[in-house]
């Protein structure tokens, strides 16, 4: 199996900090990846596809990019309505994986 | 409007059965593979189950933790895709979640609790 290894775990930031998220991958996945959103009580949606291809709707200080096996999402100016969990997904290979999740905090 | 609705869930003792509905509406249903993705208490996200399309002879695919034991299936008539968990565990303790290929859509999720 696929393993994604999410980091960091939970991180507390600042308003209008920059902020990254990563998860690196046990084995090629091309760029087969999604970061997801989710905030308390919700359903998880979506903000990145294929590693670099921000999804409809999102705001634009979202990103995604790809450093060989790592893959980042990255918050270009941290706004409080950002506060969520952040999970990635490997869709290259079943069974397909989830990273382990981020909690993002404002500080 | 896309929707998705579980159904389905509540509490059980281990080694019971229970089956998910996911109804849908809104899309091309008979086209879309489905999932089903189920959450944790501790927040962990964990792929289930995959179920392909009738040009894709409705293949499926399991995660290990649950090959064996559940069975996802589809009626296109109706629009729904189906979890069917045997011999539940306590582990598999979760809101489960129904989503379709592209992952753009997600229902409420049901919860799903095993324990004696």
């Known amino acids: 199996d696929i393993q994604m290894t999410q980091s960091p775990s939970s991180m507390s930031a600042s308003l209008g900090d920059r902020v990254t998220i990563t998860c690196q991958a046990s084995?090629?996945?091309?760029?087969?990846l999604i970061w997801f959103q989710q905030k308390p009580g919700k359903s998880p949606r979506p903000m990145i596809y294929y590693a670099t291809n921000l999804a409809n709707g999102v705001p634009s200080r979202f990103s995604g990019s790809r450093s060989g096996s790592d893959y980042s999402l990255t918050i270009s100016s941290l706004e409080s309505e950002d506060m969520a969990d952040y999970h990635c997904?490997?869709?290259?290979?079943?069974?397909?994986?989830f990273g382990s999740g981020t909690k993002l905090e404002i500080k | 409007e896309v929707q998705l609705v579980e159904t389905g869930g509540g509490l059980v003792q281990p080694g019971k059965s229970l089956k998910l509905t996911c109804a849908t509406s809104g899309f091309t249903f008979s086209n879309a593979w489905m999932h089903w993705v189920r959450q944790s208490p501790e927040k962990q996200l964990e792929w289930v189950a995959q179920?392909?399309?009738?040009?894709?002879?409705?293949?499926?695919y399991y995660a290990e933790s649950v090959k064996g034991r559940f069975t996802i299936s589809r009626d296109d008539s109706k629009s729904s895709v189906y979890l069917q968990m045997n011999s539940l565990k306590e582990e598999d303790t979760a809101i489960y979640y129904c989503?379709?290929?592209?992952?753009?859509?997600w229902g409420q999720g049901v919860m799903v609790t095993v324990s004696s």
């Open positions: 084995q090629d996945i091309g760029n087969n």
């Open positions: 989503t379709p290929y592209n992952w753009a859509y």
């Open positions: 997904l490997q869709y290259k290979q079943y069974p397909l994986t």
């Open positions: 179920i392909k399309a009738k040009s894709n002879n409705y293949a499926t």
